[in-house]
T-cell receptor
Framework: NAGVTQTPKFQVLKTGQSMTLQCAQD?????MYWYRQDPGMGLRLIYY???????DKGEVPNGYNVSRLNKREFSLRLESAAPSQTSVYFC?????????????FGPGTRLLVL | AQSVAQPEDQVNVAEGNPLTVKCTYS??????LFWYVQYPNRGLQFLLK??????LVKGSYGFEAEFNKSQTSFHLKKPSALVSDSALYFC?????????????FGSGTRLQVQP
C-alpha cells in the first residue's frame, strides 16, 4: 500500500515550458487535491476533485489546469511555466472529501522555473 | 473566511523537556482542527485532529492537543520531547459549517529539539 505517490520528485523548467505533475493514490479515495507550498506561507489549495469526473478551483488556480483521469489519478498541468510557479507541489487525497476527514499527502514535487 | 496563525517561526526545546507549539484559528462557524508534521524532503504526515467531543485529543508519536473554544486555540503538546521530533509542524483548520473544502494551513513552526 503505497498511499499517495507523485512524479517527478524534482523538475527544472525554463519560463514558458509546459509540464504535467502526476499523482496517484491506492487507497480508493474519492477526493483528491493539489496544494503548493511556499516558504512562510503554509500550503495553499490550487485545485481539488471531489470525485471522479469533477474538478473545482481552489485558492490559487491561475496558471494551472487539472485532469481527474480516473479514481486513482489526478494530474496538474502548467501550460506556460512562470518563475512565480517555483514551489513545492503536494497532492493529497481523502476518502469522501468531508470536512472532518484526514487528508493524506504525497511526498511532493519540487519545481524550479528559471 | 477561515485563517490560522502559528505565532512562532521556531521553537527550541531540550530533549526530555515538555514542548508546546502554538496555534490559533479563526472561522465563522465551528472548526475542524488538524496538526500535520513535515520531515525534511517529505510530505505532510497527519498527527491528530479535533472534530467534536473531548477537548483533549491524543495523536501519533505521543503528541496531544487541546481545543480551547474561548481562546480559539489548538496548541500541540508533548510531555517529553525527543530529538527525532525535530521537524516542521503545521496547524490547519476547516470550517464545518461553510462546506468549504480547502484546509487552511498556518505558516508552520519549526521545532528544534536539542540533545
Amino acid at each position: 500500500n503505497a498511499g499517495v505517490t507523485q512524479t517527478p520528485k524534482f523538475q527544472v523548467l525554463k519560463t514558458g515550458q509546459s509540464m504535467t505533475l502526476q499523482c496517484a493514490q491506492d487507497m480508493n479515495h474519492n477526493s483528491m487535491y493539489w496544494y503548493r507550498q511556499d516558504p512562510g506561507m503554509g500550503l495553499r489549495l490550487i485545485y481539488y476533485s471531489a470525485s471522479e469526473g469533477t474538478t473545482d478551483k481552489g485558492e490559487v488556480p491561475n496558471g494551472y489546469n487539472v485532469s481527474r483521469l480516473n479514481k486513482r489519478e489526478f494530474s496538474l498541468r502548467l501550460e506556460s511555466a512562470a518563475p512565480s510557479q517555483t514551489s513545492v507541489y503536494f497532492c493529497a487525497s481523502s476518502e469522501m472529501g468531508g470536512p472532518g476527514e484526514t487528508q493524506y499527502f504525497g511526498p511532493g514535487t519540487r519545481l524550479l522555473v528559471l | 473566511a477561515q485563517s490560522v496563525a502559528q505565532p512562532e517561526d521556531q521553537v527550541n526545546v531540550a530533549e526530555g523537556n515538555p514542548l508546546t507549539v502554538k496555534c490559533t484559528y479563526s472561522v465563522s462557524g465551528n472548526p475542524y482542527l488538524f496538526w500535520y508534521v513535515q520531515y525534511p524532503n517529505r510530505g505532510l504526515q497527519f498527527l491528530l485532529k479535533y472534530i467534536t467531543g473531548d477537548n483533549l485529543v491524543k495523536g501519533s508519536y505521543g503528541f496531544e492537543a487541546e481545543f480551547n473554544k474561548s481562546q480559539t486555540s489548538f496548541h500541540l503538546k508533548k510531555p517529553s520531547a525527543l530529538v527525532s521530533d525535530s521537524a516542521l509542524y503545521f496547524c490547519a483548520v476547516r470550517d464545518m459549517d461553510t462546506g468549504r473544502r480547502a484546509l487552511t494551513f498556518g505558516s508552520g513552526t519549526r521545532l528544534q529539539v536539542q540533545p
